[in-house]
């Protein structure tokens, strides 16, 4: 049982590349999510998935795409980097049974673009 | 829009000192609170609090939330070392049943 992963674990763009945050879980959880931590400001929501097919638009949700096609991962994607992306990623899931319950947090991607 | 304030931004004390992290809310439908610890990498979850007036309580942490006032806070008794870390809270709050608003946290420092 490897809980939350994440791929990569550090990765340098330049501006205007784009690239995809893999993550993955293996508790059969129904909810996953995306945050970026920046510091001084907590967590922000980027996008959250409530089950396989169905995604929605968190807190800042803007120069990012998610999908998830299986119950198992929820990819994020940048489409066109900028510096203001630079920032910590967290992927999390969460059983999800009705509501929100504990999430468990995956290792973190820290994304830096020049 | 939601709003999750949490008090002392930072905190410097002495191994053995008790601490008291607060943490406000201004939401619309409140669900849930919780906190978590993050150290070096990603948040660890210390407790989910739902009903005022109920504590938690793990070891030499605990919890309290009070609904009418909007706060929670986190008890810390005979920090150690080990205690330092960003402390986060997050509240579960508005239409959805998934989405969390986090708080900026508190950086504890524990001296030897």
């Known amino acids: 049982n490897a809980g939350v992963t994440q791929t990569p674990k550090f990765q340098v763009l330049k501006t205007g590349q784009s690239m995809t945050l893999q993550c993955a879980q293996d508790?059969?959880?129904?909810?996953m999510s995306w945050y970026r931590q920046d510091p001084g400001m907590g967590l922000r929501l980027i996008h959250y998935?409530?089950?396989?097919?169905?995604?929605d638009q968190g807190e800042v949700p803007n120069g990012y795409n998610v999908s998830r096609s299986t119950t198992e991962d929820f990819p994020l994607r940048l489409l066109s980097a900028a510096p203001s992306q630079t920032s910590v990623y967290f992927c999390?899931?969460?059983?999800?049974?009705?509501?929100?319950?504990?999430?468990?947090f995956g290792p973190g991607t820290r994304l830096t673009v020049l | 829009e939601d709003k999750v304030v949490q008090s002392p931004l930072s905190l410097v004390v002495h191994e053995g000192d008790t601490v008291t992290l607060n943490c406000s809310y201004e939401v619309t439908n409140f669900r849930s609170l919780l906190w978590y610890k993050q150290e070096k990498k990603a948040p660890t979850f210390l407790f989910m609090l739902?009903?005022?007036?109920i504590e938690k309580k793990s070891g030499r942490l605990s919890s309290i939330l009070d609904k009418k006032e909007l706060f929670s806070i986190l008890n810390i008794t005979a920090t150690q070392t080990g205690d330092s870390a960003i402390y986060l809270c997050a509240v579960n709050s508005g239409g959805s049943n998934y989405k969390l608003t986090f708080g900026k946290g508190t950086l504890l420092t524990v001296n030897p």
């Open positions: 998935s409530v089950g396989a097919g169905i995604t």
């Open positions: 999390a899931s969460s059983p999800g049974t009705g509501s929100i319950s504990t999430q468990y």
């Open positions: 739902t009903s005022s007036g």
């Open positions: 508790m059969n959880h129904e909810y």
